[in-house]
């Protein structure tokens, strides 16, 4: 009974409460996604999204908006659609055009952002995030991506898996390629943005790669591998939330250190199994 009432204890404080709401809400949406990430080889891909992110938090920010994290949202995902219109239209590899997105559009933050003088230190809360910042709106918001991203994965999760591993199969099979992209790319730039505040720009893109990895350790099926990575996620963000609580530590940082740990175990159990 100590034990449960120790575990408990945290969760006597209202911001305690919202931030495992977003954490129940964000870890089974990080799990989904780094699935499709992974399959699709596109590891840097939210790299660039928080990028673009804070390049539409600056604009805002020098728009006067109250809120700028919706000039973000906007700005994320456009460059995502634009972002999957290159790369099906251009012979160039994922990582290049990533690369040439990613460069470009946090050199425009940066420009924006000093524009006249400014200061940079303003934006410095975004790269280490703060899970205890969380506000309703924002986890109803991802919440309804959760849905959305759930019904999409129960509907056509075969023909995303087929897109992913091998697009030109795919179109030969009359699967809509392009938009099937675009609304996973619109997504990931959605949840980036929005949970960009709570867990930090310098490890968000580590939350959407070591779930599935770590699952493509020890999965023997796609069901086990889309469970696992989901299953991952969660553990490590309750995890990780309780450790950040208990000693002060950043909570993005904690629950990807859980993952990284999770991932390193999954890595031996892979080897022994070979």
Known sequence: MDFFAALLQPFQWGFMRSALLAVLVI?????????????????????????????GIAIGTLCGLA?????????A?????????????????SDTVIGVFSSTAVALGIFIATFGGGSFTQYNSLLIGDILSVEPAKIALLAVILLVVVVLWLASFNHLMLAAIHPALADSRGVKVFWQEAVFSVAIAVVV???????????????????????????RNMRQYHLSSVL?????????????????SSAGASITLCLAVWFAITFLLRRRRL
């Not at 089974?28 to 804070?54: C, E, N, Q, Y």
């Not at 460059?79 to 590899?93: D, I």
């Not at 969660?234 to 309780?242: H, P, R, T």
């Open 232 to 248: 991952a996620a969660l553990i490590a963000g309750l995890a990780g939330l309780m450790i950040s609580y208990y000693i002060g």
């Open 193 to 219: 943005t929005v949970s960009m505040t709570w867990v930090g720009l310098l490890v968000i893109n580590s939350l959407l790669v070591l779930p599935a990895a770590a699952g493509r350790n020890v999965a």
């Open 67 to 75: 809120d700028p994290l919706w000039m973000a949202v906007l700005l």
């Open 77 to 93: 995902a456009a460059f995502a659609l634009l972002f999957t219109y290159v790369r099906r239209r251009s012979n160039m590899a």
């Open 27 to 55: 870890s089974p949406l990080f799990g989904l996604l780094s699935t499709m990430v992974v399959t699709s080889r596109m590891s840097f891909f939210s790299d660039a999204l928080g990028h673009s992110a804070f390049t």
